[in-house]
């Protein structure tokens, strides 16, 4: 029989994660499911038939937080980057997610953990944009997604987009191809129309309205409408790990459970698996147990298959082959 382990009703103003305690009932959408582990479900169909929810793609946690690219956070705090590759080796590599955190400065939206004070030599958003949307155009079966934690004004970053040369090309407008009702296109689908990049923003809708300019009118896509996303962290740089998976979006003003799924639609599941800091050796170990932690807990959790497997320091562990573990089957 199943066990089932709910997310406990926090009041408002509550942080998460809140602790897990044993319940029943089947009431619950935030229910935490964790047997059966292993779902039936199918074979995988030929690449070009994938459906976008059916693939999952290997993601970078604060992929500009690389050291190579340029300066990404102040002395001492830079000692301890997320990835240790730049964002043009990343994409060789098979990276087809990228976390960026952009802030708002007189130089427009700039690549900073935390804020841009004191950081040298930091990168603009435009400068990897660029560098994605000139890796499209030369491979143009890819499909990238790019996830911003957003700090900037609409204005600031419509004008970041506009200096991307070829970006109207390749963006993903999910809002105007009847997702919503009939689901996700394929990966044929998407190339055959040039539609490559998705650009996601985690800011809030109701503060642009506010502001008079909503970023999904120049095509960022406000996460939170299209997604479900796990909470961002599995504990301290070092030491035990929490794979429990629960909803980040579950607090005073929003409440998206991992299982939320509409008529017609399956949002795209973000399955983060990284700490609050980046430590090489334990992201080796945690890395190398990606598939099992996917397999055990958060795609039964969910009850969807992870769209993209969050990671610091790629190169370590082979989250890769997580990847791959999980392209060779559907979930129902």
């Not at 996917?294 to 890769?320: E, I």
Request: hydrophobic share 35%; charged share 20%; glycine share 8%.
């Amino acid at each position: 029989t199943d066990r089932r382990l709910t997310v406990a009703p926090k009041p408002a103003g509550a942080v998460h994660p809140a602790p897990l305690s044993v319940a029943g009932g089947a009431g619950d959408l935030a229910t935490w499911y964790l047997t059966p582990v292993d779902a039936p479900g199918g074979p995988m169909p030929p690449r070009e038939e994938h459906t976008l929810d059916q693939v999952t793609f290997l993601t970078a946690h604060n992929a500009y937080a690389n050291g190579v690219d340029g300066g990404f956070a102040p002395p001492f705090v830079d000692l301890f980057p997320n990835q240790s590759r730049g964002v043009e080796q990343q994409l060789r590599d098979g990276v087809r997610g990228f976390m960026l955190d952009i802030h708002q400065t007189p130089d427009g939206a700039i690549l900073c953990h935390n804020s841009c004070t004191l950081v040298r030599r930091p990168v603009a958003l435009w400068v990897d944009l660029q560098r994605i949307t000139d890796f499209l155009r030369a491979h143009p079966e890819e499909f990238v997604t790019v996830f911003l934690e957003d700090y900037v004004d609409p204005g600031v970053l419509r004008a970041e987009l506009d200096r991307v040369q070829g970006l109207s090309d390749v963006l993903y407008r999910p809002d105007r191809t009847g997702v919503r009702e009939n689901g996700w296109p394929t990966v044929g689908e998407l190339a055959a129309a040039g539609h490559r990049l998705l650009i996601f923003t985690d800011h809030s809708r109701d503060a642009d309205r506010s502001a008079g300019l909503t970023r999904d009118t120049f095509g960022v896509m406000y996460q939170r409408d299209w997604t479900v996303e796990n909470h961002w962290s599995m504990g301290p740089g070092i030491g035990s790990s929490d794979w429990s998976c629960h909803s980040r979006w579950y607090d005073a003003n929003t409440t998206l459970p991992l299982t939320r799924t509409e008529p017609g639609f399956r949002p795209l599941f973000v399955m983060n698996h990284f700490r609050d800091a980046a430590v090489a050796s334990t992201a080796t170990t945690d890395n190398a147990k990606l598939a099992d932690r996917a397999r055990r807990f958060c795609q039964p959790a969910a009850r969807k298959k992870p769209t993209y497997l969050a990671v610091d320091r790629y190169d370590l562990g082979s989250p890769a082959a997580a990847v791959d573990a999980l392209n060779t089957y559907t979930y129902p």
